[in-house]
């Protein structure tokens, strides 16, 4: 019988000598570290670390200082200059923080000698966020998903983590006890990608089925995809009177949360709630998102949630897009339509025109724009729509309504075997009538 994943614990591996390493823990402070190129001239040096802070702190780390340094480009060895390398050491010793974070992705000799210069734990940005993932991830499929990362992006790094491989002091790169100790990590780490990628196909088979039947539904479906913290859940809520959980946090949804709501004219659709995207999202994480960007390759409507007041929204939606075009869409020659929802347009005090990208402008706390968001969904989806007659026998009088709601019939007559109505029906609908024992004619 298999065991599920949280009644029975996870290898540890190398976690008494790596872990601390490779892996961040709540209630940590640590330094936050930027490298800025000349494409990056104009930047505000404040604004570069808004993201990187609220995934540190997202993952329970508590920020105490924050460096910059400006390079051409990355120092081979140590990332930045081994002379900023000695200031970053001196100002980490200081505020006395337990790690430095990059906002890059480091290769793993620059991690590890950085690492020897600093005296502390080194952290990048992609193991940030796998980390975020981890401790936030609950589906099964999800938390498989986001240690198969970690132990891939894990691998490569296993090599000159000080004297944390070996147990008698023989040191990496020699002939001895650590070296033996490395080859036998390496081991566990591929035995166990391995196991997890078993289990994943099986996964995948277990979505491939669920889908299929959603396909099979007349019920269109509405996928919320954008940046993270967006709105997207907040969003859900209100449109399904939902009680998704909703957090000021980078990555609060990390599994993919399906709830049916009202569109237009009291329309059933189906809407997902989807993770929400970042810019330099870590390549290892992208089948982490496989249920998201699945639903967004398979929806009706594409609800890009942008959230509007903030600062840097305009490069935020161009990651999206870029995730999307890249991730969801390279191979598929269909794409659904997209309709743009400017979101959080309560915080905008200064009365400014909601200019840049054309949507409709909403606040999902406030409720503010849902009816017009509603209205519109509908005009999209069911643009294809005629106008019918609709003659129904009392049988099937109770399953009518229950796909097409009272409000939507006008003209109802009541005949002497069932009544007649007359309405806009999509084709799918139609078919769902004739299915039904109803006849329809164009009107």
């Not at 491989?165 to 990590?185: A, K, M, S, V, Y």
């Not at 997902?272 to 330099?280: C, K, Y």
Request: proline share 4%.
């Amino acid at each position: 019988m298999n065991e599920s994943l949280s009644e029975r614990p996870i290898p540890q591996l190398v976690e008494d000598r790596l872990g601390t390493r490779a892996r961040v823990y709540g209630e940590e402070s640590a330094v936050l570290v930027a490298l800025l190129t000349p494409d990056a001239s104009d930047v505000d040096e404040e604004a570069v670390f808004d993201e990187l802070t609220a995934l540190a702190e997202t993952a329970g780390v508590n920020v105490l200082a924050t460096v910059t340094q400006r390079r051409t480009s990355p120092h081979p060895a140590t990332f930045i200059g081994r002379g900023k390398a000695n200031e970053l050491r001196v100002a980490a010793d200081e505020v006395a923080a337990d790690a430095v974070i990059f906002d890059d992705e480091l290769r793993p000799a620059q991690a590890r000698n950085l690492e020897e210069l600093l005296g502390r734990k080194v952290i990048d940005r992609n193991q940030l966020i796998m980390d975020i993932f981890a401790q936030r991830a609950r589906s099964k499929e999800a938390r498989l998903q986001v240690e198969l990362a970690q132990l891939r992006y894990l691998l490569p790094r296993l090599r000159g983590w000080g004297m944390a491989l070996t147990r008698t002091g023989g040191g990496i790169g020699t002939r001895g006890p650590g070296e033996t100790q490395l080859e036998l990590d390496r081991y566990k780490v591929r035995r166990r990608v391995h196991s997890l990628e078993r289990r994943l196909v099986a996964a995948e088979k277990e979505r491939s089925l669920r889908r299929k039947k959603r396909q099979r539904s007349d019920v269109p479906q509405v996928a919320l995809v954008g940046y993270t913290n967006s709105g997207k859940s907040t969003l859900l809520n209100v449109l399904c009177r939902a009680d998704a959980a909703v957090e000021d946090k980078l990555f609060a949804t990390l599994d993919t949360r399906v709830r049916r709501g009202l569109i237009a004219s009291g329309r059933v659709a189906t809407f997902v709630d989807t993770v929400g995207f970042i810019r330099r999202l870590p390549h290892q994480l992208i089948p982490a998102f496989a249920a998201t960007l699945e639903a967004a390759a398979t929806a009706d409507l594409i609800l890009h949630v942008i959230d509007r007041s903030r600062v840097d929204w305009e490069s935020e939606y161009e990651a999206v897009l870029s995730t999307l075009e890249h991730e969801v869409f390279e191979r598929s020659d269909e794409r659904p339509p997209i309709l743009n929802v400017l979101n959080k347009v309560d915080a905008l005090d200064d009365g400014s025109p909601l200019d840049g990208v054309e949507g409709v402008p909403i606040s999902a706390l406030q409720n503010r724009g849902i009816d017009r968001l509603r209205e519109t969904m509908g005009r999209v989806l069911f643009a294809d729509e005629r106008v019918y007659v609709v003659v129904v026998p009392f049988r099937a009088v109770g399953a009518f309504y229950a796909q097409v709601g009272r409000e939507r019939a006008t003209d109802v007559t009541h005949l002497e075997t069932g009544l007649r109505a007359r309405l806009s029906l999509s084709e799918a609908e139609v078919r769902v009538l004739r299915r039904i024992g109803a006849t329809v004619s164009s009107a």
